[in-house]
């Protein structure tokens, strides 16, 4: 079946350090791969996705590439905030939109 | 982007009782809801998938008698926990499909005492 493994928190960066977090998947066919964030007290949002090998979803300043050949899409951004404080869910869509979600990664930045 | 609601936030029941949860999609109309279950520290896992109108179909291992869905109308969907146990203590969060994204609402916890 499918499965999504990403790396596991909590992580702690300053502002405007460089984050990484790492995400593998492993799933039949091409999946689209998304990322996922939830403010506390609040639903999940999809911050990016990809849909194919090689695309590169971007938004608010964060970047993943779907990486087929390592079955990979590592969430980056090159200077976080406080306010991305939250935390991030890497997902696949399989079969009927249904989604496969990793652990979780809790992020927080300090001032 | 897409709004999604949970009635109530949190809650609390004893055992042996049932509890209902509202899953509404509050600007768009979700033709499929989806329903999961989040242990602490762990990933969210699909539960069900409901489409209005029309019995709701349930993940390997999920007991349908127990947890009962309703998708009543395009803006709406229920889950009932029949006879809740200690075990049934859980984040329940919902999404509301719309042009094919998914949107969550901000979940609900239920504790069984």
């Known amino acids: 079946g499918n499965s999504v493994t990403q790396m596991e928190g909590p992580v702690t960066l300053s502002e405007e350090a460089f984050l990484t977090i790492n995400c593998t998947y492993t799933a039949t066919g091409y999946p689209s791969l998304f990322w996922y964030v939830q403010y506390p007290g609040e639903g999940l949002q999809l911050l990016l996705k990809?849909?194919?090998?090689?695309d590169k979803g971007s938004n608010k300043g964060f970047e993943a590439t779907y990486r087929k050949e390592t079955t990979s899409f590592h969430l980056e951004k090159g200077s976080v905030q406080v306010s991305d404080s939250a935390v991030y869910f890497c997902a696949l869509e399989g079969s009927n939109y249904k989604l496969t979600f990793g652990k979780g990664t809790l992020l927080t930045v300090n001032p | 982007g897409a709004v999604v609601s949970q009635h109530p936030s949190w809650v609390i029941c004893k055992s042996g009782t049932s509890v209902k949860i509202e899953c509404r999609s509050l600007?768009?109309?979700?033709?499929?809801m989806f329903w999961y279950r989040q242990f602490p520290k762990q990933s969210l896992m699909l539960m069900a998938t409901?489409?209005?109108?029309?019995?709701?179909?349930?993940e390997q291992g999920v007991e349908k008698d127990k947890f009962l869905i309703n998708h009543a109308s395009l803006t709406l969907s229920t889950l009932t926990v029949t006879s809740a146990h200690p075990e049934d203590s859980s984040f329940y969060i919902c999404s509301g499909d719309s042009q094919y994204e998914q949107y969550f609402g901000p979940g609900t916890r239920l504790t069984v005492t």
């Open positions: 990809a849909t194919k090998a090689d």
């Open positions: 409901s489409n209005e109108g029309s019995k709701a179909t349930y």
């Open positions: 600007d768009f109309q979700a033709t499929t």
